[in-house]
């Protein structure tokens, strides 16, 4: 069957109330911004000109109306996302040090992400995807869990490209090793995916970055590619890899960086209609620093989705 959507993507839609600044009397002031991964991602596919849909839950309250909303103006399809009637919207608390980095603070318990179960799961639209997307986040609690297991199977057995970015948050799991072998188990479902640079580490136990891409490529991705911050990324497949250089620009915040880079990617991939494996490694490497244009402009500005660059702004810096 032909593929109506170009990217699908399951998992959690929050606001992050990252810091910004103080107020007259002496206390910390926190801005409402819409994110969460998936939302991140599709939102920089979006921008790009694809037709993408978020399936995910959100509560029936202020910040999930505000979710929907801010998702519908970036062109987001909105259809698969469930309002809850007892769960509220999850919130995360930013903080963010002089260098840009984050330190995170949830109200998840339980948040309505949480709550998606797999029976309301449209089946229609991800046996009709071209590329079906999912985190780690989804996997932390039932019934997203199984959820996220059953969209997974559907869209594999569809013949969609299975994408997938494991995106460690300590304070969501009940220990460490939990946390590993959950994010550790759906990786095999995966045809490609992207992780962090300390997600490498910790998933694979490795102490060096080639080592761990080469540990991740084992458990059954075609192709992996670590976020390395300034320096770019680290891309492999089965036979090879090369670290594809960053562009160098001043940090703001870094929220979003990795999921931006990660939606710029596949939207460079879904530029030609050939299969991953046909694929050569020069195109892979551009789709790469495509993607690293996509989130050197996004680390520039504050906030998840409102800080992803718009089309002209990434071809501009990825031309020039």
């Given at each position: 069957m032909e593929k109506e959507v170009d990217i699908v993507a399951l998992g959690e839609l929050l606001i992050d109330f990252t810091e910004a600044g103080i107020s007259k009397g002496g206390q910390k002031?926190?801005?409402?911004n819409p994110g969460g991964a998936p939302a991140n991602l599709l939102t920089?596919?979006?921008h790009m000109g694809y037709k993408t849909a978020f399936v995910g839950k959100v509560g029936k309250d202020m910040h999930g109306a505000f979710l929907k909303q801010t998702l519908e103006q970036e062109?987001?399809?909105t259809d698969y996302i469930i309002e809850d009637e007892?769960?509220?919207t999850t919130l995360a608390f930013v903080e963010i040090n002089s260098s840009g980095e984050r330190e995170f603070s949830f109200a998840r318990k339980p948040g309505a992400?949480?709550?998606?179960?797999?029976?309301e799961l449209n089946r229609d639209l991800l046996e009709s995807c071209k590329v079906f997307h999912y985190g780690s986040l989804s996997l932390t609690d039932e019934p997203a869990r199984s959820a996220?297991?059953?969209?997974?199977r559907i869209a594999k057995a569809a013949g969609a490209l299975i994408s997938y970015d494991p995106n460690y948050r300590a304070s969501l799991w009940k220990d460490v090793t939990t946390a590993v072998e959950t994010m550790k188990s759906v990786i095999s479902y995966a045809d490609i995916m992207k992780v962090s640079d300390e997600e490498s580490l910790l998933l694979t136990g490795e102490t060096e970055y080639?080592?761990?891409l080469e540990?991740?490529?084992n458990m059954g991705p075609r192709l992996a590619a670590i976020t390395l911050g300034r320096e770019g990324v680290l891309l492999g497949i089965r036979d090879r890899f090369e670290i594809v250089p960053g562009y160098l620009v001043k940090t703001v915040d870094t929220t979003g960086a990795g999921d931006s880079f990660w939606g710029g990617f596949l939207s460079a991939l879904l530029r030609q209609d050939d299969k991953l494996e046909n694929r050569s490694w020069d195109n892979l490497k551009e789709c790469a620093r495509f993607g690293n244009a996509v989130a050197a402009l996004c680390v520039q500005k504050r906030g998840g989705i409102p800080a992803i660059p718009r089309k002209t702004a990434i071809e501009e810096l990825y031309h020039g």
């Open positions: 002031l926190f801005e409402q920089a596919a979006s062109g987001i399809c007892e769960c509220f992400d949480t709550r998606l179960r797999k029976e996220t297991l059953e969209a997974i080639p080592k761990a540990a991740l490529l």
